[in-house]
Nanobody
Framework: QVQLVESGGGLVQAGGSLRLSCAAS????????MGWFRQAPGKERDFVAG????????DYTDSVKGRFTISRDNAKNTVYLQMNSLKPEDTAVYYC?????????????????WGQGTQVTVSS
């Protein structure tokens, strides 16, 4: 399994931007579909965005379309989540995850490896 470490979270005002990074260990990073999920206090872990192995296809939950962009650099074993026009409702712990599926999936149990999470707080 691949090991994942997120970074880049923090406190930002509404309308601001953050860029999350997720660094993966191992030499097989390009074999994994990658996803970003988030979990607010008292809520379930929800899919935010996903990207295929090559980076050629992406998927987003409706609430972040047009504001968030997922990308990956397989040479650096890293996946990113650029978050613009942040809203207070984006406040959550953000997790990256790796899946051995061929296509992007929004189902948490279809991801094999998870990072420890990074807190994103958006103030109004």
């Amino acid at each position: 399994q691949v090991q994942l470490v997120e970074s880049g979270g923090g406190l930002v005002q509404a309308g601001g931007s953050l860029r999350l990074s997720c660094a993966a260990s191992g030499r097989s990073f390009s074999n994994y579909v990658m996803g970003w999920f988030r979990q607010a206090p008292g809520k379930e872990r929800d899919f935010v965005a996903g990207i295929t192995r090559s980076g050629g296809s992406t998927d987003y939950t409706d609430s972040v379309k047009g504001r968030f962009t997922i990308s990956r650099d397989n040479a650096k074993n890293t996946v990113y989540l650029q978050m613009n026009s942040l809203k207070p409702e984006d406040t959550a712990v953000y997790y990256c995850a790796a899946s051995t599926r061929v296509v992007v999936t929004s189902v948490p149990y279809e991801y094999n490896s998870w990072g420890q999470g990074t807190q994103v707080t958006v103030s109004s």
